[in-house]
């Protein structure tokens, strides 16, 4: 908003590109994101997916347009080991971001959505959206317990840091899962048995963690992402079926 800023706009219109300076700076700009997220009016349906840890839910997310993927935005999956492999955003950034998707989408009839918990890492989504959540048509994803420790491998253990981070974060964990499984998990990681852990840590920490969420909702409709290409197909037909 003032002389840099003045002079990187100069800068960048002598060299041929398409840039304005906005007044009040970018503290002003941050004061209309949240003024409009408070006043944001959603028109759209919610389609929430609910599911356990690692059944492919953002993957489908993935294959719709009318979809917000908002663990993307805050760049976390939301619970103790989200941030592995990711550089989480700020909660300012995740504002930002989410502003503009929510007017890209909302002239649509639906969103699809993953179900959350009101925080997401350290970035908490507007009360609005989390109530249109929790209102929203739910549908359960589920997959094999082999698929869903494939996916896992694949996504938290890309180096040789997230395997680190991975066992500090197993170190620590408490609430459901007994310290006999939470060492035998870390002596599995230890010794490279990467496989064998990450079940443990689905079947012992993660599903007891989320079951009583995942239980006590009635659900519209049932997909299982074993199958991607198959799950895709069958949310397509069900949200036919809505219009």
């Given at each position: 908003?003032?002389?840099?800023?003045?002079?990187?706009?100069?800068?960048?219109?002598?060299?041929?590109?398409?840039?304005?300076?906005?007044?009040?700076?970018?503290?002003?700009?941050?004061?209309?994101?949240?003024?409009?997220?408070?006043?944001?009016?959603?028109?759209?349906?919610?389609?929430?997916?609910?599911?356990?840890?690692?059944?492919?839910?953002?993957?489908?997310?993935?294959?719709?347009?009318?979809?917000?993927?908002?663990?993307?935005?805050?760049?976390?999956?939301?619970?103790?080991?989200?941030?592995?492999?990711?550089?989480?955003?700020s909660q300012?950034?995740?504002?930002?971001?989410?502003?503009w998707k929510?007017?890209?989408?909302?002239?649509?009839?639906?969103?699809?959505?993953?179900?959350?918990?009101?925080?997401?890492?350290?970035?908490?989504?507007?009360?609005?959206?989390?109530?249109?959540?929790?209102?929203?048509?739910?549908?359960?994803?589920?997959?094999?317990?082999?698929?869903?420790?494939?996916?896992?491998?694949?996504?938290?253990?890309?180096?040789?840091?997230?395997?680190?981070?991975?066992?500090?974060v197993t170190?620590?964990?408490?609430?459901?899962?007994?310290?006999?499984?939470?060492?035998?998990?870390?002596?599995?990681?230890?010794?490279?048995?990467?496989?064998?852990?990450?079940?443990?840590?689905?079947?012992?920490?993660?599903?007891?963690?989320?079951?009583?969420?995942?239980?006590?909702?009635?659900?519209?409709?049932?997909?299982?992402?074993?199958?991607?290409?198959?799950?895709?197909?069958?949310?397509?037909?069900?949200?036919?079926?809505?219009?």
């Open positions: 908003g003032g002389m840099r800023s003045r002079v990187m706009v100069d800068l960048l219109c002598s060299l041929g590109y398409s840039a304005f300076q906005l007044q009040g700076g970018y503290k002003e700009y941050r004061n209309y994101v949240r003024e409009q997220l408070e006043q944001f009016q959603l028109k759209p349906t919610l389609i929430v997916l609910w599911g356990l840890t690692c059944t492919g839910k953002t993957a489908l997310l993935n294959h719709f347009s009318h979809s917000l993927d908002l663990e993307g935005l805050a760049q976390h999956r939301g619970s103790l080991y989200g941030g592995i492999s990711l550089k989480p955003r300012k950034a995740f504002e930002n971001l989410l502003l929510l007017r890209e989408l909302n002239d649509q009839k639906f969103i699809l959505v993953e179900g959350e918990s009101r925080k997401i890492g350290e970035v908490q989504m507007p009360t609005f959206l989390y109530k249109a959540m929790l209102q929203g048509i739910p549908i359960l994803v589920s997959r094999s317990l082999e698929k869903r420790v494939e996916h896992a491998l694949k996504e938290y253990f890309s180096t040789a840091e997230s395997l680190e981070k991975i066992k500090e170190a620590h964990l408490f609430k459901v899962i007994s310290k006999q499984k939470q060492q035998e998990a870390l002596r599995l990681l230890e010794e490279g048995k990467n496989k064998e852990a990450v079940k443990i840590l689905l079947e012992y920490y993660y599903d007891p963690l989320y079951n009583h969420t995942i239980k006590r909702k009635k659900y519209r409709f049932e997909v299982n992402s074993d199958e991607v290409g198959k799950a895709v197909k069958e949310l397509k037909r069900f949200f036919a079926s809505l219009e």
